[in-house]
């Protein structure tokens, strides 16, 4: 089974050492991605969330590349691209033709350049909160993994469920627990939901 954007880049990330770690951090705040508190204490799984909830999964791999380069590791951002390398060629023999990550990587532009664009200055929770409540209707899986990442009680978890639609229940997951928590709330939310529901995330990204 082909590995999927979080796997390779986790796999990627596993191999620095502590210290090349560490630098990949500061880089990743010093180029306004990610700030510094929210990861200081993060490994690899958290930050790889964190880098696809940011980037998305299409453009997750070569932005990361370009933050290792930014820090002198060539041979891993080579290893990252190489396995995306390896799945576009596959693609292209299947007919599924996807776009390159060397085409990826226009998007990103430089390194500099690597960081998502804000849209109005908005985060994506806060501009499309309207959509979320009326098109996501799967809320329970969302609340197991929030309850999972200790984002909410199993009170909270409770009182959620108890709404009798899932418009109601979206509504309160929103209002309730993740707008007031702030950016690092919303930025798990968008993580989850891109993997459970890839589709309507992908239309309102495309909007």
């Not at 880089?27 to 940011?54: A, F």
């Not at 309207?130 to 409770?158: C, Q, W």
């Amino acid at each position: 089974m082909p590995k999927s954007v979080r796997d390779r880049i986790m796999a990627v990330l596993d191999t620095l050492s502590k210290e090349q770690l560490l630098r990949f951090k500061h880089k990743l705040s010093e180029m306004e991605i990610i700030g510094y508190g929210r990861i200081e204490n993060e490994g690899t799984v958290d930050i790889t969330h964190r880098l696809v909830s940011k980037f998305t999964v299409a453009r997750a791999i070569p932005c990361t590349a370009e933050v290792l380069r930014a820090i002198d590791l060539q041979d891993e951002a080579d290893s990252l691209e190489q396995g995306e390398n390896d799945r576009e060629g596959a693609n292209v023999a299947t007919g599924a033709g996807a776009a390159s990550p060397t085409a990826a990587r226009g998007n990103c532009g430089s390194a500099t350049n690597c960081s998502p664009k804000p849209t109005e200055g908005q985060h994506f929770v806060d501009k499309n909160h309207v959509e979320l409540i009326t098109r996501i209707t799967a809320v329970k899986p969302i609340l197991d993994r929030l309850y999972g990442k200790k984002l909410i009680s199993i009170e909270m978890f409770r009182r959620i469920t108890a709404e009798k639609t899932p418009e109601d229940q979206m509504r309160k997951l929103l209002y309730d627990v993740i707008l007031p928590q702030g950016e690092g709330a919303k930025d798990e939310l968008v993580a989850i939901l891109d993997e459970q529901q890839p589709y309507i995330m992908g239309t309102l990204r495309g909007k």
